[in-house]
């Protein structure tokens, strides 16, 4: 059965896999008052259950250490790993105990293959590299992370897919549609943004998983994430709120190995609307 707020991509007895919206916030929280993916799945869990039979599911490497499979479940409500609130895309939901330690185990030991799809500021010189550098929470904002030779090791490949501008003359028809820069010359007014416009569209494959990973590195890089309203000056932010309206960050593919089967699975999850809607206002350079 499909939700029309969360497409389900993939479904079966064990596994369910969801198309994330973005502005949602994945796990339950009393600071969280609005609808989260985790209080979703509990309702829907209860009308649309997973298989009792799971008890082989479980892999031989699992420990109770953190409780038995049941104890996790019913805290994490079959939560197998999390995205950032304006993070869209495929979300992997376990439907019963089993399958939920065997694939939070796949998680740990990075069996499985993530695949995002982002937009940066510039123009990265090297179409295809591997970023290498550890992350750690900021000693100046709770709420960030950045990179630090005492982080924890930190792993993104990425590839160039495509390289956009937004025109200046858009750019300024946008600015004065928003009542931005009032009083000033358009020659005023491109001078200001001259350094604004430019930007490249990446495929990556982060091999870790640390919080804002994909996030912190390209801003590390002087390549921020449009619409990163944390990791981009305040400047930059609000011009991309002009035409694009959230973080540009989808979780296009998971890949892991079904916890019954052992076939292996690849989901996939097309580049939302207002994504596109996004690319639709720039040029291909």
Same mark, same amino acid.
């Given at each position: 059965?499909?939700?029309?707020?969360?497409?389900?991509?993939?479904?079966?007895?064990?596994? $369910?896999?969801?198309?994330?919206?973005?502005?949602?916030?994945?796990?339950?929280?009393?600071?969280?008052?609005?609808?989260?993916?985790?209080?979703?799945?509990? #309702?829907?869990?209860?009308?649309?259950?997973?298989?009792?039979?799971?008890?082989?599911?479980?892999?031989?490497?699992?420990?109770?250490?953190?409780?038995?499979?049941?104890?996790?479940?019913?805290?994490? #409500?079959?939560?197998?790993?999390?995205?950032?609130?304006?993070?869209?895309?495929?979300?992997?939901?376990?439907?019963?105990?089993?399958?939920?330690?065997? $694939?939070? /185990?796949?998680?740990?030991?990075?069996?499985?293959?993530?695949?995002?799809?982002?937009?940066?500021? *510039?123009?990265?010189?090297?179409?295809?590299?591997?970023? &290498?550098? %550890?992350?750690?929470?900021? #000693?100046?904002?709770?709420?960030?992370?950045?990179?630090?030779?005492? *982080?924890? %090791?930190?792993?993104?490949?990425?590839?160039?897919?495509?390289? /956009?501008? $937004?025109?200046?003359?858009?750019?300024?028809?946008?600015?004065?549609?928003?009542?931005?820069?009032?009083?000033?010359?358009?020659?005023?007014?491109?001078?200001?943004?001259?350094? /604004?416009?430019?930007?490249?569209?990446?495929?990556?494959?982060?091999?870790?998983?640390?919080?804002?990973?994909?996030?912190?590195?390209?801003?590390?890089?002087?390549?921020?994430?449009? *619409?990163?309203?944390?990791?981009?000056?305040?400047? &930059? *932010?609000?011009?991309?709120?002009?035409?694009?309206?959230?973080?540009?960050?989808?979780?296009?593919?998971?890949?892991?190995?079904? %916890? &019954?089967?052992?076939?292996?699975?690849?989901?996939?999850?097309?580049?939302?609307?207002? $994504?596109?809607?996004?690319?639709?206002?720039?040029?291909?350079?």
């Amino acid at each position: 059965m499909s939700d029309a707020r969360f497409p389900i991509l993939f479904e079966d007895e064990d596994v $369910l896999v969801i198309d994330k919206p973005a502005g949602v916030v994945v796990n339950a929280a009393e600071s969280v008052r609005e609808e989260t993916v985790q209080s979703w799945m509990r #309702t829907y869990l209860a009308e649309n259950p997973g298989s009792d039979d799971w008890y082989n599911l479980i892999p031989e490497e699992f420990t109770e250490e953190y409780g038995s499979p049941q104890e996790i479940f019913a805290e994490r #409500t079959g939560m197998v790993h999390r995205l950032d609130r304006d993070t869209s895309g495929a979300l992997v939901l376990a439907k019963n105990p089993g399958a939920l330690v065997a $694939l939070m /185990y796949q998680f740990k030991v990075r069996e499985t293959h993530k695949e995002y799809t982002c937009l940066v500021h *510039g123009e990265l010189p090297i179409a295809k590299d591997t970023i &290498r550098m %550890p992350i750690m929470r900021s #000693t100046t904002s709770r709420s960030k992370f950045a990179v630090a030779t005492s *982080g924890k %090791p930190a792993e993104t490949e990425y590839e160039v897919l495509k390289v /956009y501008e $937004l025109p200046q003359e858009k750019l300024l028809q946008l600015l004065r549609q928003h009542d931005f820069e009032k009083g000033r010359t358009d020659a005023q007014i491109y001078k200001e943004y001259q350094s /604004y416009g430019r930007f490249t569209l990446l495929s990556c494959y982060p091999k870790t998983g640390r919080t804002h990973q994909i996030r912190v590195h390209f801003a590390f890089l002087q390549h921020p994430l449009v *619409g990163d309203q944390i990791y981009t000056n305040k400047w &930059r *932010g609000k011009t991309d709120l002009l035409w694009c309206d959230r973080q540009f960050l989808h979780a296009s593919s998971i890949q892991f190995q079904h %916890p &019954r089967t052992r076939e292996v699975l690849t989901i996939s999850a097309p580049l939302q609307d207002d $994504l596109n809607a996004a690319l639709s206002q720039l040029d291909l350079v």
